[in-house]
């Protein structure tokens, strides 16, 4: 409960302070490029529960849906304002909403797509999807840089499959079995300084 009280007063007034801020880069998006100013897609929250995440659109708009659902390197539907944005982190900050909303946390593993999601070890799946997915996490730091990583592989997919998943995952289970207020608090200001330092 004081997980949850946590995340509901800092998602609210991180929206209400930052909404100067959200309406400009929600006009920035729309005179960049045609397309909704969010991001909208299907993953897997608490205890396998499909809900759509809010992100600020960094990519052309695709109504298909049917692009690669990783980013690779300096991937060629990465608009301009979107490599601001995906450089900034500033394109998870809609995400505060679905704290809000208590579909996410403040704090926790980052929520994945359906599709690999369904590649976690039965194991790791049940301990995972345990807690409420989070806006930030120690695996969101370790690979900060994913993009890039994964333009190094001949088959990107299949290395994050193969490699870089598995490595979340340990640090996602390791969250769960070690996760307190004072930890979710370091891993915010690990998160900032990360951001900040770049």
Known sequence: MSKRAFDWVMASLGLA????????????????????????????????????????RTMRHDPSGTGLQITVGAD????????????SKLDELPQLIDVWRGVMSLVGPRPEVPRYVAAYPADLRDKVLSVRPGITDLAS???????????????PERAYIDEVLPHKLRL??????EASLGKDIGLI??????????
């Open 189 to 198: 200001m690990r998160t900032i300084w990360a951001i900040v330092r770049r």
């Open 172 to 177: 996602a289970a390791q969250y769960v079995d």
């Open 76 to 87: 060629a539907r990465i608009t301009r304002v979107g490599a601001f944005l995906r450089a």
């Open 141 to 155: 730091i370790t690979y900060r840089d994913e993009a890039a990583v994964l333009a190094r592989a001949a088959d």
């Open 17 to 56: 302070v930052l909404s100067p801020v959200l309406l400009l880069i929600a006009l920035a998006i729309k005179l960049d490029s045609p397309g909704p100013v969010f991001f909208r897609q299907e993953r897997v929250g608490r205890h396998g529960r499909l809900f759509r995440i809010h992100k600020f």
